[in-house]
């Protein structure tokens, strides 16, 4: 993360006092919350990282969904057809990246996923969503699988609108935070540390950036 | 990936004719090409992901250095002392994760990777950098090493200008790409794509976004 942006002038604003580890986590937070409730905010987006079936790593962008500061849980949506339901089936880790250009803090978050299909917790997340949203669950093509590359590609009729069908596509994906590697840059020298859980204690160590 | 973006309706730009392998590959290209050899451009700061010592994912931003069509490599520069050196030491396989928010252009990009340090490649790569750049790698402080928590945090100094310092602490990694999964999204449907290579003959397929 060598001189990624230009230098500004911006204070550390999240790694400011690191022999508090409550109140370090708590600042951390503000951008989790920030990510899963405002559509326009950097950490709506995170890479999630995951080891793929050849054991190397495989990577894509997620949508932040929800954010649970008590639970230290992180929620996604996606369909449990996709590769990426596969791959946390097998291996449970996972490594979020995320990323604020404006305050250039980067966060890298490795947590253990846990699936939620047909359950009440996928049905809340699911009854949470916009109409229009549910609806992009019902489409009849299978993520990652093969199609006829010679056909000319047509564009996929919009699905007829099944409540029933797409909710049987939709999973809901709850990650609980083990780990978080924080960097903040900073033209006079960047900050880095690591938060790590034991049950809910969390500890704190200072790390070279 | 689903609704990510505000719906707009530019045209699909990179996989738009996936019966010739060669030119998609080539429109491919100019993503990783614009990436590069433009600092503003989204595809400057890709995500990392590699298996970590521990067998799960890891992930950090890197800064793409160098595009080269014809060898398939993506470079970037690094610490020789930072973590995902002794990662990729020890499994090569490495995914690159790109996105262009104006194009709605997804790559992810699974690559073999080769450590140079201390050899020509790394020599021809450090040279090419402006001076303040190759003083960055001068620094005492081991990336990822622990570091005192309770003193407080002081600005390190700025390192004298030793070159040959500098050369000792950097490396050039240079990826070998073998796969890449690409996703266009668009309002009347999304494309997605694998490119595989088998030496240096490259197959499509299509599959389901």
């Known amino acids: 993360m060598r001189d990624i942006l230009p230098v500004t002038d911006q204070p550390i604003l999240a790694l400011a006092d690191l022999a508090d580890p409550v109140g370090t986590w708590g600042r951390l937070c503000r951008w989790l919350t920030a990510g899963a409730t405002t559509p326009t905010h950097p950490f709506r987006w995170p890479v999630l990282s995951t080891v793929a079936d050849d054991g190397g790593p495989d990577a894509r962008t997620v949508v932040l969904r929800r954010f649970d500061h008590a639970a230290r849980q992180l929620v996604f949506h996606t369909d449990v057809r996709s590769a990426k339901v596969t791959d946390l089936r097998r291996d449970a880790r996972c490594t979020f990246l995320f990323y604020d250009a404006d305050d250039r803090l980067q966060m890298r978050v490795r947590a253990v996923a846990a699936i939620h299909h047909a359950d009440d917790f996928a049905r809340a997340e699911f009854a949470a969503l916009p109409p229009h949203n549910r609806a992009t669950y019902a489409s009849v093509v299978v993520p990652g ?65």
């Open 145 to 209: 699988e093969v199609e006829s590359t010679d056909a000319p590609f047509v564009y996929p009729p919009k699905p007829p609108v099944d409540e029933a069908v797409s909710f049987g596509h939709f999973a809901a994906v709850a990650c609980v935070i083990e780990r978080i590697d924080a960097l903040e840059l900073h033209p006079s020298g960047h900050r880095r540390a690591v938060l790590e859980w034991n049950g809910a204690e969390v500890r704190i160590k200072r790390v070279g950036p």
